[in-house]
């Protein structure tokens, strides 16, 4: 089995908190599911894909670039100069990792995830990058009361 989850399950970045612990709670639904499974010989294991060429990629790039005043271009080009490859990945990327970790190849793979992307200097740069647009968008909401920041709600239940 492979799970799906994003680069951002590892990366704080703000306005996305509700989309990041998501993604982070798939992974420990993985290792979960990966010691129980394992047993029984399921091998169980997470994709934490970065940009990727998709409609979301895309969605994100325009966000940035009106709340920075830039082009939709200059919103890719500033995002590659994070990305050792200087582009998105490609859907059929994420496809064939998923190919490699369900084939024969990937026995002993039990519980982990793989980040398709390299992101040791991409912490700090999106970090700071997503709170330098935060602090735009917040300036804007001020100034022109047109910005609609993302809402996410959180749902507290006592189960005992």
Not at 80 to 85: D, F, G, N, Q, S
Not at 94 to 113: H, I, K, N
């Amino acid at each position: 089995m492979v799970v799906l989850s994003s680069i951002l399950a590892r990366i704080a970045v703000p306005g996305y908190t509700g989309y990041s612990a998501s993604k982070a709670g798939l992974l420990g639904l993985v290792r979960s599911f990966a010691a129980e499974l394992a047993p029984l010989g399921i091998q169980v294991n997470a994709i934490c894909p970065g940009w990727v060429d998709t409609e979301m990629a895309w969605t994100g790039l325009d966000a940035a670039a009106r709340a920075t005043g830039s082009t939709r271009e200059e919103a890719y080009r500033d995002a590659m100069l994070l990305v050792p490859t200087g582009r998105m990945g490609r859907p059929e990327d994420v496809a064939g990792t998923v190919a490699w970790l369900l084939s024969p190849d990937a026995r002993g793979m039990v519980g982990q995830a793989i980040d398709q992307i390299e992101h040791s200097r991409l912490l700090q740069l999106i970090t700071e990058r997503a709170a330098s647009l935060m602090n735009a968008q917040a300036c804007s909401l001020m100034v022109t009361g047109s910005c609609r920041p993302r809402r996410f709600s959180l749902i507290a239940r006592n189960t005992m």
